[in-house]
């Protein structure tokens, strides 16, 4: 395990040193998606969000690796192993991923919508490059987390940590620590970005239970 963090973590570097190169075609992508003119109001802004960026693509590119120590870690203790392993690397992979993509493409542009609706003909947007960043890649990776809990559901299950029932039994305490997370995860507090968040959160809550249904994991 120390030998595979230590490994990762060089990956992670070597990565990010590698992608810098590429972040401004990256942040024009992304601009051209999200938002319309970036600022920067200090020195450094600039390099700084293209640091982060690089990092983020980094972390998005190696994550597949990522979840495969994870789940060695957490698996190996419960016999979780060969093709079980493999199953729950590539479906933690799949939702990891099909979270960052409905995130890009459907709630955040929605959610900058909303919130740039706000402006008016006294009250322009500037937007800072570096505050952008960060809101825009936290909320993707924050949405690349929370689609996992089906499968994290399934495993807790499946080792015996908590039945079907139990999660059948406590929707309501599942619904408010949903509504606690969304607005921990959320970049900004407003109703709006923490219900774009929480709503697929609870729905991902229900699928995990028709999954463990069809699994016939009681």
Known sequence: MRKSVRVLGITLLLSTAAIFFLSPELLQLVQNHLADKLYFFSVAGPFLAHVKLALFAAIYGIMPWIMAVLWRA??????????QLFFFVLFTCLLFYSGTLFCYFVTL?????????????????????????????????????????????????????????????????????????AALLTP???????????????????AGIVILKLLRIK
């Open 188 to 206: 900004t507090p407003d109703v709006v970005n923490m219900s774009l968040m929480g709503g697929p959160l609870y729905l991902l809550y229900e």
């Open 74 to 83: 957490m698996g190996k203790p419960f016999g979780v192993e060969g093709s």
């Open 109 to 181: 542009p929605f959610g900058i919508k909303f919130l740039l609706g706000f402006g008016s003909a006294d009250l322009q947007p500037f937007i800072s490059i570096g505050r952008f960043i960060n809101f825009t890649t936290l909320f993707i990776l924050a949405f690349g987390v929370i689609f996992e809990l089906p499968i994290f559901m399934v495993f807790m299950a499946k080792v015996g940590v908590f039945t079907r029932g139990f999660y059948e039994r406590n929707r309501r305490y599942a619904l408010l620590l949903i509504a606690i997370l």
